[in-house]
């Protein structure tokens, strides 16, 4: 079976990570990881989620399975931290899932299984693990223009005017907030107006709510996609918990369906439910059990927004001073997107030959696409990055 399989194509970033590790310079810097980064370069544990964790480990009485849907105050609790008030809880239905790409697998299943003429329309740049998800998924894909990389812009007439090519049922994939990679996100106008186009054009919304409390704030963020939520009889979100809880490898995510009544909800959910039983039967229980602790408790819950204020205001601080650092070394305004654009990625918007020369020079890793991870900038290095970046393109 296997003697004529062809090896898959590399993962560019994972293959980016080996050559930073093998690099035996010591001020590299890695500007292409995916994680959180703290002023140290480190990804801790949150102490409100180590703080959690130990309860869970001394009241924790068994391990047997926690069910299909996963842990249901867990579920409420994402509900409402997602969704506010902004749609009447009778229509929507929640089920845990491993992370925001399990949440996005098993509802682009559930679009497979009960949609499979659809075209799924998506970013174009959008997170390089969105098509091959759909992919598996079966569904058909286009792209819209998103963002124009050269002028640092979001280009939302282009993408107004693509999706109109858009036939009833189609789904329309965005970002819900902190746009992986280009960091720019839609304005509350321009949710309203894509909020019109899906009613208009019958168009299914999929938000991608994987940065929440990474951009402006829990509410801030959230704001565009419960003025969608408010408008549309439909829609699916699948939100992460890896980012701003900082619980990346304990695989926290929650999966939602809106429907126009109560009993389609629910009939739409088991479906959701009978997709996810065969794929991966139960939801692993300990990263979804120390976010519905934290949630719970105030404390606790105090605790973690705190800290993640910190993270976001740590980020804003850091794009700020890096596009201050950046025109001082241009002496132009170039780079100035970067303080504007939010979350934990912006793209430089510079050629290929110029991102080898960085790391080739001055042991700096940028994706091939010109991403970097903003809450990679070390706090003192900001003026020498932005030196070393203009001194190779120039
Ligand atoms: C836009 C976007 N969606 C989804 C995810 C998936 O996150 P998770 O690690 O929870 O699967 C990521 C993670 O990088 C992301 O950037």
Known sequence: MFENVQAAPADKILGLMMQFREDPRDNKLDLGVGVYKDSH???PVLAAVKSAELRLFDSQKTKAYVGVQGDKEFCAEMASLVLGDSVSMDRARICQAPGGTGALSILSMLIGRTA???TVWLSDPT??????LLKNARLKTQQYPYYDTKNGKLLFDGMMEALSAAKPGDVLLVHGCCHNPTGADLDLAQWAA???LCLE???LPFVDFAYLGFGDGLEEDAAGLRLLASKVPEMLIAASCSKNFGVYRERVGAAMIIAAA???AE???TQLMSVTRAVYSMPPDHGAAIVRMVLTDPHLKSEWITELNDMRNRMLKLRSGFAEALRRESNSSRFDFIADQRGMFSRLGIAPEEIDRIRADHGIYIVGDSRINI?????NRLDEVARAIVSSIE
Do not use: Y
Request: aromatic share 6%; no cysteine; glycine share 10%.
């Open 41 to 43: 370069g480190d990804t």
């Open 116 to 118: 499979p003429d659809a």
């Open 127 to 132: 997170w390089p693990n969105h098509m091959p």
């Open 194 to 196: 894509i909020a019109d």
């Open 201 to 203: 054009k019958g168009l």
């Open 262 to 264: 109560p009993a389609q």
């Open 267 to 269: 009939a739409t959910f």
């Open 375 to 379: 809450a990679g900038l070390p706090d």
